[in-house]
């Protein structure tokens, strides 16, 4: 599959990524097909879309009469059917294996042969996501930053039997999105969350131990280090429940006691303070 060849792209989950992953398609014309399980969560993604939409009108980079056109290039629906008219999908279910090889698995055997298949898993080994497919060649890791309309990097990466050409497509993809895509080899945790994860699990230890409040943590690196955000706000709006799973992924790859997600995160997680998304992290939120 060539990237003029690609017309239509399958986003399989409308959440956080999914939603952020179908409005950049839709928004540098492709045609898309936006998969959830239900419709109240392709309602939610959709309100997303609309609302991130009309945020780029607001700073000029889009024109009020383009959010409808764009809101139009996106099909939502529940049918892993609908996905046979995809030349390329990219899956963004939650991170867990077991459901991501199930989702992949059905999506393998309703796509087009030619169809490549992208994960944006944040650590789950693409080499090993792959071959749960019959598509290993035209598998490829396409790993979107948070907030998807905003952040410039996508991390690609190939997985041990990507072929040159889906590799090629992909990256091309990437800048026609208006992205800076970067190649990097399959490891747990890739580059940017092998780097990440660690820096916010020990903000969280230092919470955890008095060290300092989550304010003061943050503000040590937002002053001293010049971070933009602190970690553990950046945490929240991750999610902190994605931050222990991709921990316990470091953890279990390379078997290494330095990416033992710290007890506090496992805690918050537990009390269901996942962060923004519902209302309490290591801060609270309206
Ligand atoms: N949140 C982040 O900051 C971030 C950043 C980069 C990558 N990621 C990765 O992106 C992926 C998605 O994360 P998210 O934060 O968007 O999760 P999310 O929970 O916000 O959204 C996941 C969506 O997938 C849907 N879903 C579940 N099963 C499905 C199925 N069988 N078919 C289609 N949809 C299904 C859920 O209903 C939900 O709407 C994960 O692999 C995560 O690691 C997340």
Redesign the pocket.
């Known amino acids: 599959m060539t990237t003029e060849l690609i017309k239509t792209v399958g986003v399989?989950?409308?959440?956080?990524?999914?939603n952020g992953i179908a409005h950049v398609f839709a928004r540098a014309g492709f045609r898309v097909i936006l998969?959830?399980?239900?419709k109240r969560?392709l309602d939610r993604?959709l309100e997303t879309i609309n609302k991130n939409l009309e945020r780029e009108v607001k700073k000029g980079k889009l024109s009020e009469d383009d959010v409808p056109v764009v809101v139009a290039r996106i099909k939502p629906t529940t049918e892993m059917a609908a996905l046979a008219e995809a030349d390329f999908v990219v899956e963004?279910?939650?991170?867990q294996l077991e459901?991501?090889v199930?989702?992949l698995k059905?999506a393998d055997a309703a796509l087009k042969p030619g169809t490549i298949l992208a994960s944006?898993?944040?650590?789950i080994s693409i080499t090993q996501l792959a071959a749960q497919t019959s598509r290993p060649e035209r598998f490829i890791g396409m790993?979107?930053?948070?907030p998807v309309p905003v952040m410039e990097l996508v991390e690609v990466i190939r997985g041990l039997a990507t072929s040159d050409e889906t590799f090629h497509a992909t990256m091309i993809l990437c800048e026609g999105l208006g992205k800076k895509p970067v190649a990097v080899n399959d490891a747990p945790g890739f580059v940017s969350n092998r780097v990440l994860m660690p820096l916010i699990n020990e903000a969280a230890f230092c919470v955890m131990e008095g060290v300092a409040t989550p304010e003061s943590v943050d503000a040590v690196m937002e002053l001293g280090m010049n971070h933009p955000m602190g970690p553990l706000e950046l945490a929240d709006?991750?999610?902190l429940d994605?931050c222990v799973?991709?921990l316990d992924v470091l953890h279990k790859g390379f078997g290494d006691p330095k990416y033992r997600a710290c007890p506090l995160l496992r805690k918050y997680v537990a009390a269901g303070w996942l962060g923004r998304?519902s209302g309490r992290g290591f801060y609270k939120y309206a």
């Open positions: 399989l989950g409308a959440g956080t990524m999914g998969r959830d399980v239900e969560f993604g963004a279910v939650p991170e459901l991501k199930r989702v059905e944006n898993t944040s650590s790993h979107f930053m948070n709006f991750i999610g994605v799973e991709i998304k």
